[in-house]
């Protein structure tokens, strides 16, 4: 019997996977907990649909991404930081500084997961930091971090 699964089933596949199992493990177990449904046409084109309207919606977040991307390109953010007697700062900046930084300097809401510094910013100047706005996409923001006067 042919089933088309809702759910990731350790045994069996993935979400979306058309599999074929015996009948009676259809009918006493992944029928009744919901973990899939019959191959029948209907829910194959369905499935179809699905599938396309997934892809699209991927495309457009893609499309997205990029955009922004360019837009963040050539932009820069500043952060004061406090700097003791001989020149050296207290502290380091944080992924969620930078997150607030940039909503609040360019507006745009940034997960401060997303923000990848390849080094603790622990000093005065600039830094390229990078932005993972999509698994394919990454953005490069100029961080500047001046004397807190």
Avoid: C, W
Avoid at 36 to 44: D, F, K, Q
Avoid at 99 to 127: N, R
């Amino acid at each position: 019997m042919k089933i088309i699964l809702i759910q990731d089933v350790k045994s069996l596949g993935k979400k979306g996977d058309i599999v074929e199992v015996n009948q009676g493990y259809a009918r006493n177990f992944v029928l009744p907990k919901k973990l899939g449904v019959e191959a029948t046409p209907e829910n194959l084109n369905n499935l179809k649909l699905k599938n396309q309207n997934d892809e699209k919606i991927a495309a457009e977040n893609l499309a997205a991404a990029k955009k922004l991307a360019e837009e963040l390109k050539d932009k820069k953010v500043t952060i004061e930081m406090k700097v003791g007697a001989n020149g050296k700062t207290f502290g380091s900046v944080s992924t969620k500084e930078v997150a607030e930084v940039i909503k609040k300097q360019l507006g745009i809401e940034v997960d401060k997961k997303k923000i990848i510094m390849k080094d603790a910013v622990k000093a005065l100047g600039g830094y390229n930091i990078g932005i993972k706005l999509h698994p394919q996409v990454t953005a490069e923001l100029l961080l500047d971090v001046v004397e807190q006067k």
